[in-house]
C-alpha cells in the first residue's frame, strides 16, 4: 500500500482518493462552466471566444499566483482551492447571469432602457453576484469549519472564488468589445485587465473577512459577521457599478476607495501571520518535556527565513524528497498551534481535538521516516537551525505521551449571587406561598415575628450590616452550663445582672427567673411589673435552678417600643435602678 499524502494524514483518512462529495462538487461547477462558454461560442462565434480568453488568461494567472502567495505559511488543500476557482467560474458565473438578465427583463418596461440599465448594474448585479460567491464560503463555514484558521484563509478561498468569476466575466466583457468596435476592447482590458484586476476579489474579500470571524468565535455575533462582511462586499460593488456611469471621473473615485480597502487587506494578512507565528512560540512549547520539539525547533519554525533554511539544509541532505519531508514537518507543527487555538477559543470538540492531534503527531512521526529512509549524502553541514543542540526532528526514543498538554473544556462558571431583585422576589414568592399572611411561611406555621429574626433568616449578602447596641451584644450563657450549675436562693443571678449600667434592665428577658421564662421562642418580652409583685419569694436551696433554652437570637425591645405583645407568665423580681448594686 503505497504512503498517504500529509493532507490524507491529517484529515484522517484511509487513503488518497478525493472524497465523493468533492468530486460531485468539481462536477457540477464544471457543467456550469461549459454552459457558459457554449454561450459565448453561440453568440460570438469560436474566434472572438479564443481571444478573449487569451486576452482574460495572464491577469488571472498573476492574481492567482499572488493568493496562493499568502498561503504558503499554512497551506490550504488544493482540492479546496480548485473548488473555490471552479465555483466562481461555473456556479456563481451562471446563476448571476441568470437572475440578473430576469431582473433587467423586469426592470426595463418600468423604468425605461437608461435607467433600467443603471438600476440592474447598480443595484440587482451587486446583491445577486456577492450573494452567489458568498455561498461557496458558506459551504466552506458549515462543512470545513475546521479549514479557515483566521483571516488569511477567508481572504485565500473569497480571493479564489472572486478569481474565477473575474476570469469568466471578462471574457464576456471582451468579446463585446471585439464584436462591437475591435478599438474598443483595449480601454475594456485596460480597465478590467490591468488598471482595476482586483474589483471582485476586493468585493468578495469583506464576506471572507466575516466567514473567518465566525469560524473562529462562538455565540451569536458570528450571524452579524457574516451579514456585515456582505453588505460590506455589496456596498463596494455597487460604489463601482454606480461610479462608471459618470465616466472616467466617477471610476478614479471608486478606485481610491478600492485602493485603501487593499491597503487595509494587506495589513490584515500581514498581522495575521505575525498572530500565526506567535501560535507557534505560544502552543509549541509545552511539547517540549514530551520531546516533540526543542527549544531550537520552535524557533526554526516561528520564523519563514528559519523553515526556508531548514528545508534548503534537508534537500541537501536527502535531496528533493528530504526537502518534501521537511515541508511536512513544519506543516504539521503549525496545524498543531493552530489546532491548540481552536481549543483555546472552544470551537472544537474535546474528540475531534484528540483525533487531529493524533493524526499531526502521525504525519510529524512520517516526515522523519521519509526524511531517514532515503539513504542520507555525507553531511555536509550540521542542521542549521540546532547545530550542537538536541532537536526533535532527530528523535530516536519515544514520545512521552502522559507529558503531553490535555485539552480540557473549561468549567462552567457558577451563577452570579443574587441581587436586591431577587431576594425581593423570592419574599413575595413566600408571602404568596402562605397565603398572603406575612408572618407565615410556605407550609403555613407561624414564623417569627420579630423584624430582625426574619432579616437574619432572608438577608440580602449585598446589604450592608447595621451596629447592634450595647444591649444587643451581651452574649448569654448557654444551656449546658445553666443545667450544671445551681444558684444559691439569695444570690442574684448573672443573668439579672445589666449588660449596660446607662440602659435600664427591666426589658431584658434574662432578667426574669429562670422558672417563669418561656421555651417559645417567638414570644415577645414582658411587661413591667405590678408594685403588688415587688416582694419575691425566695426558693427552695436544695432545688436547683429550671433548665432554660440555649442562647437564641433574641430582639429585646427597647424602651420607647409601644407595640403590645402576648402576656408571658407572672413576672419576676423588680430590677434595682442603674447605678446601684442588686439587692439580695
Known sequence: MPALSPRSILEGRSSDRVPLPFIIGLIGCGLCTLLAVAYYLLTGGVLSTVLSGLLALPTVVVLVALVLLMDRLEPEPRVNLLLAFAWGAGVAIVGSFLVNTLGGSLLHPVYGPELGR???????????????????????????????????DGLVYAGLCALGFAFVENVLYYQTGLLENGSAVAGTVLVRGVIAPLGHPIYTAMTGLGVAYAARSRGSGRGFAVVGGWVAAVLLHAL??????????????????????????????????????????????????SGLVHDVDVRMLATMNGRRRARTWARMQAGLPGARAMADYQLAATELALLHDHATRATIPVELFHSRRDAILGLMRVARNAFFQRRPLPQVAPPPWAGAHQSGFFRTSELATTRMPVYRPAPTPPPPPPGPLAVLRTRKMRTVASGGRPGAGAGGSPQPSDPEARTARYSNPLRPSTPRSDSRRANPRSASSQRSTPQPPNSPSPSSQPANPQQSSPQSPSSQPPSSQSPNPHQSSP????????NPQPSNPQQPVAQQPGPRRQNPRQPGDRRPGPQQGPPGPPTPPPNHPPRP
Open 118 to 152: 443603471v438600476l440592474t448594474a447598480s443595484v440587482i448585479a451587486p446583491v445577486v453576484e456577492e450573494s452567489f460567491k458568498g455561498f461557496f464560503l458558506l459551504l466552506m463555514l458549515w462543512f470545513r469549519r475546521f479549514e479557515i484558521d483566521g483571516p488569511t
Open 240 to 289: 463601482w457599478n454606480f461610479s462608471s456611469t459618470f465616466g472616467y471621473g466617477g471610476l478614479a473615485l471608486a478606485y481610491l476607495v478600492e485602493l485603501g480597502v487593499l491597503v487595509a487587506l494587506v495589513l490584515v494578512v500581514i498581522r495575521d501571520r505575525q498572530r500565526l507565528i506567535g501560535l507557534i512560540g505560544t502552543h509549541l512549547p509545552p511539547y517540549i518535556p
Open 527 to 534: 411587661q413591667p411589673p405590678s408594685p403588688q409583685q415587688s
